[in-house]
């Protein structure tokens, strides 16, 4: 019976090539093609272009052509992409479909992803880039034992060499500012600051140098200088993604003091101070930035709060094989056939249907808190 249903898992899932360790439930995400990238969408979009800045809740291929130490910060690997589209491709997503900005530029109009800065060309930097890479942080430092990773700062810097092509493509200084200022920013950072550089006392000082607090306090200060830099170089519509529970994540779960068991409280609760600042700095933007509007989504608390689509949702393990003490999936390990009924894909990035849950709020709040003051689509209109 079981090797039954592994031959109709594979009959649907070709481009999931693994088998599922999970028998009989109806595994597949409708596959889709990637729409045509093209820089001609601008008639029907709500803004004028979408800049992505972040860790690899946002990357969509910057660090593919980076040089990783352990092969890590990488997700241009099977099983990686394996909802994406039809031939199952990986794309440098950290998951098994389309991450937060994917969503968020079909809600904006865009009939295209926003592609990474790495490896776009010409006129489609028009309507927006991506610079977000796996593995980076607010601080300089993070992520740099998983190899080369780009900061928020190493990312504005990029941002620099796009609105100077931007005003070679547009001629004028002043159209080159209009478009900037009619654009979206998300800034989905600060995850890897505590797993990859506080909560990793073998690698960093910062636990011995800082409380939780003082921690969470530098990383906002940082922060807040890097907006003030985002602000400078022509963004007025920036929505700033909290971190959301990671000390829940299977990974947390199982490296921590509770080894296997629930939540690890300690994770959370630092990550908490950082998400308070947050919230707090986007009043002080709002206040000083004059015309421009910046608002905060509160992923702790959707990510603890979205429904399961079937009844039934694994919190607390991942989709995908990891080995053990890691984060990604194994290179050609194999993955769940009921990818709808798990929160993670692999031992800390949601899956296409957790993320499409956390997009969505993001875009439309549904709950009040969700987003705050404005969720994005109010950003955008007003
Ligand atoms: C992009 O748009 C231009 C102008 O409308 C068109 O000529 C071109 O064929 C399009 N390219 C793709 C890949 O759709
Ligand atoms: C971007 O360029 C401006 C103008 O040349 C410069 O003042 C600024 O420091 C640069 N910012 C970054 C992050 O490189």
Same mark, same amino acid.
């Given at each position: 019976?079981? /090797? =039954?249903? &592994?031959?109709?898992?594979?009959? @649907?899932?070709?481009?999931?090539?693994?088998? #599922?360790?999970?028998? $009989?439930?109806?595994?597949?995400?409708?596959?889709?093609?990637?729409?045509?990238?093209?820089?001609?969408?601008?008639?029907?979009?709500?803004?004028?272009?979408?800049?992505?800045?972040?860790?690899?809740?946002?990357?969509?291929?910057?660090?593919?052509?980076?040089?990783?130490?352990?092969?890590?910060?990488?997700?241009?690997?099977?099983?990686?992409?394996?909802?994406?589209?039809?031939?199952?491709?990986?794309?440098?997503?950290?998951?098994?479909?389309?991450?937060?900005?994917?969503?968020?530029?079909?809600?904006?109009?865009?009939?295209?992803?926003?592609?990474?800065?790495?490896?776009?060309?010409?006129?489609?930097?028009?309507?927006?880039?991506?610079?977000?890479?796996?593995?980076?942080?607010?601080?300089?430092?993070?992520?740099?034992?998983? /190899? =080369?990773? &780009?900061?928020?700062?190493?990312? @504005?810097?990029?941002?620099?060499?796009?609105? #100077?092509?931007?005003? $070679?493509?547009?001629?004028?200084?002043?159209?080159?500012?209009?478009?900037?200022?009619?654009?979206?920013?998300?800034?989905?950072?600060?995850?890897?600051?505590?797993?990859?550089?506080?909560?990793?006392?073998?690698?960093?000082?910062?636990?011995?140098?800082?409380?939780?607090?003082?921690?969470?306090?530098?990383?906002?200060n940082r922060l807040y200088t890097e907006l003030k830099v985002l602000y400078e170089q022509g963004a007025r519509k920036v929505a700033l993604f909290g971190v959301g529970s990671i000390g829940c994540t299977p990974y947390a779960r199982a490296n921590f003091e509770n080894k296997g068991g629930g939540c690890v409280d300690k994770i959370n609760n630092a990550i908490q101070l950082f998400n308070d600042g947050l919230k707090a700095l986007v009043l002080q933007l709002n206040t000083k930035m004059a015309g421009a509007k910046f608002t905060y989504i509160d992923v702790f608390k959707i990510s603890s709060t979205i429904p399961s689509t079937s009844g039934r949702m694994v919190l607390n393990a991942p989709c995908c094989e990891v080995d053990a003490g890691q984060v990604q999936c194994t290179r050609l390990g194999r993955i769940c056939g009921n990818r709808m009924e798990y929160m993670f894909w692999d031992a800390v990035h949601p899956t296409e249907v957790g993320i499409s849950a956390l997009a969505s709020r993001a875009f439309k709040a549904k709950e009040a808190g969700d987003a705050y003051p404005y969720d994005i689509n109010q950003l955008v209109f007003y």
């Open positions: 019976m079981k /090797g =039954q249903s &592994l031959v109709v898992l594979c009959l @649907l899932t070709t481009a999931c090539f693994a088998s #599922s360790w999970v028998d $009989g439930a109806s595994p597949r995400i409708k596959s889709r093609t990637r729409p045509k990238s093209n820089a001609t969408t601008q008639t029907k979009t709500k803004v004028g272009c979408y800049f992505v800045l972040g860790d690899s809740q946002a990357d969509n291929g910057n660090n593919n052509v980076m040089e990783m130490a352990y092969g890590n910060a990488r997700a241009d690997y099977k099983p990686y992409g394996c909802d994406f589209n039809r031939e199952g491709t990986p794309t440098g997503r950290f998951t098994n479909g389309r991450n937060a900005p994917d969503f968020i530029a079909t809600y904006l109009g865009f009939r295209h992803y926003i592609s990474p800065f790495t490896t776009i060309k010409g006129r489609e930097i028009l309507d927006g880039v991506n610079y977000a890479s796996g593995g980076a942080g607010i601080l300089p430092e993070t992520g740099r034992t998983l /190899g =080369q990773v &780009l900061s928020i700062h190493k990312q @504005l810097e990029n941002h620099n060499i796009t609105i #100077s092509q931007i005003r $070679g493509l547009l001629g004028t200084r002043s159209a080159t500012t209009t478009h900037l200022n009619s654009c979206l920013y998300t800034v989905q950072i600060g995850s890897n600051d505590y797993l990859n550089n506080y909560f990793m006392p073998q690698f960093y000082k910062t636990s011995a140098q800082f409380t939780p607090q003082q921690f969470a306090t530098v990383l906002n």
